[in-house]
């Protein structure tokens, strides 16, 4: 198993462009999200899916998008830069609560600049 | 919503130290884990214990759910112990993670 992999490692986007930051995941989890880490902080949650064509907001959803046409990816979309968005981006998947143990696994992360 | 909170918030030790960090969570939870965040930034997962004690190695792990409290004890710290630790409960839909401790692990 690959566990979860997030592309590209680093990025730097300019103020105002967009862009997607890749997650997938090979261990058929239902759940998957996005965390941002800032320096000195913990992760904060952004968007998550509980399945294939279900997502919902976190704790700091604006200015992202999710979507999950499919069990194994969950692209992170960035509309339309801004530098505070410069930040560390985690994906993580478990199972579902349903499942008698459901522990997160998470990406290696993407590090993103916006100038 | 649920609060989850670590302490000490940094700790400074000698190689060989025994250290316990402690979580402390406001609410009853069914899902409870320790993360180790290395200087690298890289996320290691080191215990899924919802309930219960669980060793591993010279690291260990206890969660008395109905006190809502877990402790992860570091025993003959390493240099390579250093980093941040946290901990994180599943609560409605969502993980909530700690503000983590800093552990730095000296030579």
């Known amino acids: 198993n690959a566990g979860v992999t997030q592309t590209p490692k680093f990025q730097v986007l300019k103020t105002g462009q967009s862009m997607t930051l890749q997650c997938a995941q090979d261990?058929?989890?239902?759940?998957m999200s996005w965390y941002r880490q800032d320096p000195g902080m913990g992760l904060r949650l952004i968007h998550y899916?509980?399945?294939?064509?279900?997502?919902d907001q976190g704790e700091v959803p604006n200015g992202y998008n999710v979507s999950r046409s499919t069990t194994e990816d969950f692209p992170l979309r960035l509309l339309s830069a801004a530098p505070s968005q410069t930040s560390v981006y985690f994906c993580?998947?478990?199972?579902?609560?349903?499942?008698?143990?459901?522990?997160?696994?998470f990406g290696p992360g993407t590090r993103l600049t916006v100038t | 919503g649920i609060q989850v909170e670590q302490s000490p918030p940094d700790l400074i030790l000698q190689e060989g130290a025994n250290s316990t960090l402690r979580c402390n969570f406001s609410?009853?939870?069914?899902?409870l884990q320790w993360f180790h965040q290395n200087p690298w930034g890289q996320l290691i997962n080191l215990f899924y214990?919802?309930?219960g004690t669980k060793q591993n190695g010279r690291l260990s792990a206890t969660t008395v759910a109905t006190e809502r409290y877990s402790l992860l004890y570091i025993s003959s710290s390493q240099t390579t112990d250093s980093g941040v630790y946290f901990c994180?409960?599943?609560?409605?839909?969502?993980?909530?993670f700690g503000p983590g401790t800093r552990l730095s692990v000296l030579p």
């Open positions: 993580a998947s478990s199972y579902s609560r349903l499942r008698p143990s459901y522990e997160q696994y």
């Open positions: 261990m058929n989890h239902e759940y």
């Open positions: 899916s509980v399945g294939a064509g279900i997502t």
């Open positions: 609410d009853s939870v069914n899902n």
């Open positions: 214990i919802p309930s």
């Open positions: 994180a409960v599943f609560y409605g839909q969502n993980f909530v």
